[in-house]
């Protein structure tokens, strides 16, 4: 990503939009389940699933497997934004914080 903002150069930083849009308050983390989220990282694999451990979980982090028993293959993948994380928190940006803000809320 670097090595392309320097090709581009500041003309790619500069807003152009004449009229923002409002925000669509529909996040990634709202929509999808953590098992299917690790489902689609690991296609083809099966019992694919997710363990949410609390620990992890304050860390906006996840824990991905599949396979069965000793063959079994587990990774850390990074909650997605709005994703619980504890109650009454939500990940946004890699940090598990509690929902206090109003457009956060709704």
């Not at 990074?78 to 598990?96: A, N, Q, S, T």
């Amino acid at each position: 990503m670097r090595h392309v903002l320097r090709m581009r150069g500041p003309k790619c930083w500069i807003v152009t939009i004449l009229k923002p849009y409002p925000p669509s308050r529909s996040y990634p983390g709202k929509k999808v389940e953590a098992d299917f989220y690790c489902q689609r990282m690991y296609r083809g694999k099966k019992t694919v699933r997710a363990q949410l451990n609390p620990s992890e979980l304050a860390r906006c982090k996840m824990i991905c497997c599949y396979g069965r028993e000793q063959n079994e293959q587990c990774y850390y993948h990074d909650l997605l934004d709005f994703m619980p994380c504890g109650r009454e928190k939500i990940c946004l940006r890699g940090v598990c914080q509690r929902k206090s803000f109003g457009w956060l809320s709704k």
